[in-house]
Structure formats: C-alpha cells, structure tokens
C-alpha cells in the first residue's frame, strides 16, 4: 500500500500540521474574541457547531471509500477503484446540494434555534450559508482525499492539509482586523479551502494515473448498495460521534445563552487539540489494517493494535496531564482570569473524559476494517443518546459544568467497561494483556512527569505564555525519560514492525474485472 518513507513522510507532515493547527489555534482565539467580543464569538462557534452536523450528509462515504479503495488497490484492481470512486462522487454531488438547502433553513430559523443578540442574527446567516457552501463543496472533493488516504499517498495529503490550515488562518488576520466580520471570515474560508480542494484533486490523479472517473451516468445499483452497506453503519457511527463530541456547544447555547458558549468551546478546543493529535495517527489506521485484514495477516492487526494504541497514548498523555493541572494558569495567561473561572472546570472534566477514552481510541478504525461497522454504530448510539439527554438535563441546574458531566460521565463509563471488551471479542486479545500494555504501562511511564508538573505549577510560577511553554518544554523531557524506562525494550521490535510496511500483494493481477463482484464479495 505504502512504503515505510511514505508512511514516515505522512506521519511527519501530519504532525507538523497538528502542531500549525493548534498553534492557529493559539494565536487566533483570542484574537477572534478581541475583535468579534466574546458574544461574536460565542455565534461564531454555534455556526462552526452547526455546520459540524453537515458531515453525516457524508452518509458513510468516505469511509467505506478508503476501505474498499484500499483492498482493491493493494490487489491491483483499477478498474474498480475507478467505479468506486466515480459512483463516490456522483453521490457527493447530490450531498452537497442537499447540504446548501439544509443549511439555508437553518440560516432562516437561527434566531429561533439560538440565543442570539439580534444585531448578530442577519451576519450570522449569512455567515452560516457561506459556510454551508464551502462545506458542501468540500464534501464533494473529499472522495480525491479519501483516494489519496486508502493509496497511501499520507505524505501529499498531509501536506495540502498543512497548506490549508496556514492559508486559512494567515489570511483571516487582515479581514478581522479590517472589520469584515462573520461574513468576511466566511468568505475567506470559501476560497482558500476551494483552492485547496482543487489542489487535491489534482494531486490525486497525478499520485494514481490508473485511475479513470466517470460520472455521466448513475452508478449501478449493485455498487452503490455495496457502498450503503458499510455506509449505513458509518453514518450511524458518525451521527452518535456528533452527539458525543460536538453537541455540546449546541447545548450551551440553546440552554444557557451564548456568551456561556464561548467559555465552553474555549475548553473544547483544547480538548479537540488533544483529538487532533490522536487523529494525526489514527488516520493511517484504517487504510492499513483494511490491507491486513484483506491478507488475513491477524497478527499484525494485533501489533496495529496494540503499538498503535500505545503511540497515541505517549504522545497525548503529556498534553492532558499538562491541561488537568495548569489549564487555570494557561488559560489565564491566555485570555484573561474571567476564562479560568469559568472555563477552567470544564477543561478538567474533559481532560478527563480523553484520558479515559485514549486506550480505546483504535476501536472505529480497527472495527470498520474489520467489516464490524453495525455493532460499532450501536453501541456509539448508544452511548451518544445517553450523553445528550444528561447533558441538557443537567444544563438547566449546572451551566456549563452539567453540560461537561452529562458529556463526560456516560462517555468515561463506556470506556471502562464496554469498548475494552468489544475491542476483545474484535480482535481476539488475552485482556490482561491488552490492560497491561495499554492501560498500566503507559500510565506507569507517566508518573514522574505527573509530579514534576504538579510541583512545577505549585512551586515555580509563569507570569507570561513564553514563560509557561519554556516550563512546559522543560519538563517534557522527564515524560520520555519515564516512556523510554518503561518501553525501553520494546523499541528494536517497534522498528521492525513499522518498516515491514503495507506493501501490495506481490502476486496480485494487474488486470482484473470491474463488474463490482470483488467488492459485493468482500461485504459478504
């Protein structure tokens, strides 16, 4: 599928764009706050939260696109991969219109969905519409990105990905500062992603000169009930992933009022930091082990597993430990003390609710590889429905803080009791191991960095941001110092496994039939 350079090239890029992102992130809250005030703001997250609700028009899609395109093309079956992949954005296209027609009802009805001041409402829809068209446009393009994902082309998609986010966030610096307001920053998005989703489609074909769209005429029924049928599923999945992750700041808003939404997506991001460097990851998981699974090579599912789980945890731990204890001095250093009061227990309950969920955070990918979808989007239903009734019922007591306990309560109970076993019966594990390996080993690793940053926020205090990173940094060191004491010899064996690579089969035809068989065949 992809050479280890490939894979390394991605993973770096990815990370560099992690990093831009949450820098971007950084850098523009409280600027946004500054220039829109905390009410402007507060609408400009209800539009962002809004929007997110647009994926599921995804229906599945692009994840069953990189697992199939990812099975077919590690046997070298073009002419499928172009069926797909046509059939994929015939369906996108009608997606996206019904994305516009969606967001412009809600854009009429905003004042009625929301707290909204009334000198925000007529900006605020129209913000809304120009972000519904990006976002549907986006969908469309999105089958070019899903390709590039499922051909293990990670380096040229991660680095178009690092170009939008710098494009996207430069840019908006001069049309805030110049008073253009929800509507410019609106407009600035809807050119910059569209330049970068035509650079994606361009680098697409180029990456795959084998590949042949054809969307003149409607897909085949046979393919697109095969794509429906992993679909389905994902759509379930990824409407009860909304309800977990992003209905919180529709909550706050429709509850509470809507400058409470700023102090809570305030908290949110940085949690949302933490997904993204989570995310920078696991995105290589599916492609990879939907190649494994389609060899049959359950070992090295096991090894995807297990070191895959263990590298997100090394790398996202320090960020949470670092939030759960000084989160109150970084956000007041940051924005000022009102956000530490309020926003600050939020951020806790949160970080928590990662720290709980970071050993299971290969279940989807590993499950929709594994042709394990339905059972998947059940349980995430679940769960999601769960989370969104405590949520808005304890709102209505608690602000904020109910909100962040109905999120985080159901959510933690899962994680410890109901996705270590499925993750079991998925991919068949002794569970003391998988406890020990995933669970208590890096926990383990992490203690001395826990107490060097407790003291450290106890004992040595930061009067300004360059002061609270320079201390950051600086302890950094003492948590790959416990990470290495811990997995110190298991490294020869890490290296080995991730050089092996993800590489087509060697005996696969070039020429094989593109009736859709192949495809039906592997749902079955």
């Known amino acids: 599928m992809s050479s280890f350079k490939q894979l390394a090239r991605g ?82 296209f009608w997606s996206g219109a019904a994305v516009v027609l969606i967001i412009s009802t809600i854009a009429s009805l905003l004042p009625r969905l929301f707290t909204i001041p009334s000198q925000y409402v007529s900006q605020g829809r129209a913000a809304l519409v120009v972000v519904g068209i990006t976002f549907a446009s986006t969908l469309i393009f999105s089958v070019f990105s899903a390709t590039l994902m ?24 001069p049309v805030v500062k110049a008073g253009y307001g929800l509507i410019g920053m609106a407009l600035w998005h809807l050119g910059a992603t569209t330049a970068v989703n035509l650079s994606i489609a361009v680098s697409c074909f180029r990456a795959y000169p084998q590949l042949k769209i054809s969307v003149s005429r409607v897909p085949e029924r046979e393919l697109l009930r095969a794509l429906w049928g992993v679909g389905l599923y994902i759509l379930g999945y990824n409407l009860a992933g909304q309800l977990i992750m992003y209905s919180d700041n529709l909550v706050v808003g429709a509850f509470v009022s809507a400058a409470a939404v700023a102090y809570y997506a305030v908290a949110g991001r940085m949690v949302e930091y933490l997904r993204q460097v989570s995310g920078a990851i696991l995105k290589y998981f599916t492609p990879m082990a939907s190649a494994f699974e389609a060899r049959k090579q359950y070992d090295r599912l096991q090894q995807l597993q297990i ?85 808005v019922i304890l709102a209505r007591t608690m602000g904020i803080i109910g909100v962040a306990i109905g999120s985080a309560v159901p959510s933690g109970l899962m994680q410890i009791f109901v996705w270590p076993r499925f993750m079991g019966w998925l991919i068949p594990t002794d569970q003391w191991r998988f406890v020990r390996e995933v669970w208590i080993r890096p926990a383990v690793g992490m203690i001395p960095f826990v107490i060097a940053t407790y003291l450290a926020e106890l004992h040595w205090p930061a009067h300004n941001m360059a002061i609270f990173f320079a201390q950051t ?23 080995a496994y991730m050089r092996r690579g993800a590489e087509p089969a060697p005996n696969a035809s070039d020429e094989t039939s593109a009736s859709g068989t192949d495809t039906v065949a592997i749902l079955d």
Request: proline share 4%.
């Open 307 to 391: 070191r895959g789980t263990q590298v997100v945890l090394i790398v996202a731990l320090p960020a949470a430990i670092t939030l759960f204890l000084r989160g109150g001095t970084f956000f007041f250093l940051w924005i000022g003390p009102e956000f530490r009061q309020y926003a600050t227990p939020v951020l806790k309950i949160l970080v928590v609710f990662i720290a709980l969920s970071a050993p299971n955070v290969a279940v989807p990918s590993l499950a929709i590889a594994m042709g394990k979808q339905k059972f998947l989007a059940f349980l995430t239903i679940i769960e999601g429905v769960v989370n969104l009734i405590v949520s």
């Open 11 to 92: 993973v770096a890029v990815s990370w560099a764009s992690t990093l831009a992102s949450i820098i971007a992130g950084f850098v523009m809250a409280p600027f946004l706050i500054h220039h829109l005030g905390v009410v402007g703001y507060g609408v400009w997250v209800l539009i962002q939260s809004t929007i997110s609700y647009m994926y599921l028009t995804d229906l599945g899609l692009r994840t069953a696109v990189i697992r199939f395109v990812a099975r077919d093309y590690a046997n070298r079956n073009h002419p499928e991969v172009s069926r797909i992949i046509s059939a994929a954005i015939w369906v996108r």
């Open 150 to 173: 499922a051909i293990g082309r990670f380096d040229r998609l991660a680095l178009l990905e690092l170009a939008q986010i710098i494009l996207t966030t430069v840019g908006l610096i």
């Open 473 to 495: 940094f600086a302890l950094l060191p003492i948590a790959f110092a416990g990470i290495y004491l811990v997995f110190r010899n298991d490294i020869p064996a890490l290296r």
